[in-house]
């Protein structure tokens, strides 16, 4: 086979090399009939490449053809390297291709709803093109999504998506190194794992069935079921109906579950510890992936020493701040921002674990502290000031858990097997859910939730 390189390797040491690329024509600019300009992208890198009429290399006809491709057509381009005295303002290589072939290898059609460089601007580049009286359009996120398969060809999606996988990978590797085994619990289950409304109901062969809020049964019962230690990577179903800027109807779960020694603080040494290595595996490897993304959506870097506060400690700050909370209540997403923003300045820190929640705010199955049943073993872990993960010692007790289900109204028959699985004794255990689309959105200080999931589904939105 002829050798490809990849667009983001082109540089100036390459000066008079002849390379073979592979690309979408981002934008085509003929400036006579003698001479074109091709920006040619791959993934987060662009190359500027010229045809220019040259006796025995390139005719008229092939000017003609360039100028005639559809933006975004898959092209091969060979040509060689040279370098322009000044530096390009137009694609990410400092290098030019003057082209000696060209092939169109899959043609776009014309008139496509989003120009790709137009959708990859950012906020300020597009007020200074208003300012100078460009002609940009301006790409709604509804537009964006609709048309996500050519939206996602924006460089920095191309990176969103690369640091969600980087991170990802890194979280497996850490918990693979610290004896977790990777499982895969059923997304099809006969009860709501979380309590609560927001399930979507199915039919199973004729039985009422959901689609899991959570792999919490299962991963319980894998602790049941003889393993010390589990992690999941899945997808999380949930019929929200608040429509915001951090809410999806699916997105990917991180959970872990763990036997406890101790005290739940051995789950949150594994979160601090997890999460400090896969922000610092972000910053080492994904330094190319976050400089793009911070070209189109501007973002300061997270500062991650980890800090532990209760509850309680956390309601202080906010009354001394004068934010009020109802006794003994759940954090409103304006009270979290809050105190994102007080820990930010008392600690230096935008990554936060707030323990002892009181146990009426947390789900059926969390363990109330042993000497005040009014809280729980339980905590929340915030990242710029707002909830990334949540987490929980677990009840084991069979007769704890089924008077907990009892005052929680919740349909013990749904949940039979589970309940039973710790009448055969269990080791005390607790873990916790994550949600990746948030974290990624967080890390990289980007407004919306959308942005880091694929292809979003929402209250609103099914297709893509
Ligand atoms: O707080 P949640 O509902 O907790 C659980 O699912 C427990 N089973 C976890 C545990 O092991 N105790 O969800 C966990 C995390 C949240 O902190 C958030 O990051 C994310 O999942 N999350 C969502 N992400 C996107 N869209 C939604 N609708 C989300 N709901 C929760």
Not at 369 to 391: A, K, M, P
Request: proline share 5%; with cysteine; charged share 25%.
């Amino acid at each position: 086979g002829r050798t490809w390189t990849d667009v983001g390797e082109l540089c100036a040491e390459m000066k008079g090399e002849t390379v073979l690329i592979r690309g979408a024509a981002q934008a085509i600019r003929p400036t006579s009939k003698k001479i074109v300009f091709l920006v040619v992208r791959q993934s987060m890198s662009t190359v500027q490449c010229i045809l220019v009429v040259t006796k025995d290399v390139i005719s008229p006809q092939m000017v003609r053809f360039a100028t005639s491709l559809t933006k975004e057509s898959i092209v091969d381009v060979e040509g060689v390297i040279s370098v322009p005295d000044k530096p390009i303002t137009g694609a990410t290589q400092q290098v030019e291709i003057q082209v000696r072939k060209l092939y169109c290898i899959s043609r776009a059609a014309p008139n496509l709803p989003i120009n790709i460089e137009d959708a990859s601007r950012s906020e300020t580049e597009f007020k200074k093109a208003e300012e100078s009286g460009e002609q940009l359009v301006r790409v709604g996120q509804d537009t964006r999504l609709n048309n996500r398969v050519l939206d996602l060809r924006t460089p920095a999606n191309q990176a969103i998506f690369r640091v969600k996988s980087v991170g990802v990978n890194k979280g497996r590797q850490f918990l693979l190194s610290k004896n977790f085994v990777e499982i895969f619990t059923p997304k099809v289950i006969a009860g709501s794992s979380e309590g609560g409304a927001e399930v979507f109901k199915l039919q199973y062969k004729g039985k009422p069935a959901c689609l899991a809020q959570s792999p919490q049964l299962h991963k319980q019962m894998a602790i049941c079921g003889g393993f010390d230690r589990v992690f999941e990577v899945g997808p999380v179903f949930r019929a929200e109906n608040s429509y915001t800027h951090r809410h999806l109807c699916e997105f990917v779960g991180l959970d872990v579950e763990m036997e406890i020694k101790e005290h739940y603080y051995e789950v949150c040494d594994i979160v601090e510890e997890l999460f400090v290595e896969i922000f610092n595996h972000l910053n080492d490897n994904c330094s190319k992936e976050l400089e793009v993304i911070k070209r189109q959506y501007p973002f300061q870097p997270i500062k991650y020493l980890p800090k532990r506060l209760t509850y309680d400690e956390g309601v202080r700050m906010l009354k001394e701040a004068g934010v009020e909370i109802e006794p003994m209540g759940d954090l409103s997403t304006e009270a979290e921002k809050k105190l994102g923003k007080l820990v930010s300045d008392k600690y230096n820190t935008d990554f936060f674990i707030l323990t002892k929640f009181p146990l009426g705010i947390r789900p059926f199955y969390t363990m109330p502290c042993h000497d005040n049943s009014e809280y729980s073993n339980s905590f929340d872990v915030f990242l710029r000031g707002e909830e990334i993960i949540s987490g929980a010692q677990r009840i084991h007790d069979p007769d704890m858990l089924t008077k907990r289900i009892e005052q929680c109204g919740i349909d013990a028959k749904t949940i039979s097997t589970y309940m039973d699985s710790f009448g055969y004794a269990t080791r005390p255990h607790g873990g916790f859910g994550a949600g990746l689309e948030r974290i990624v959105m967080l890390f990289c200080g980007l407004n919306n939730i959308r942005k880091c999931s694929l292809f979003p589904r929402d209250p609103q939105r099914l297709t893509p």
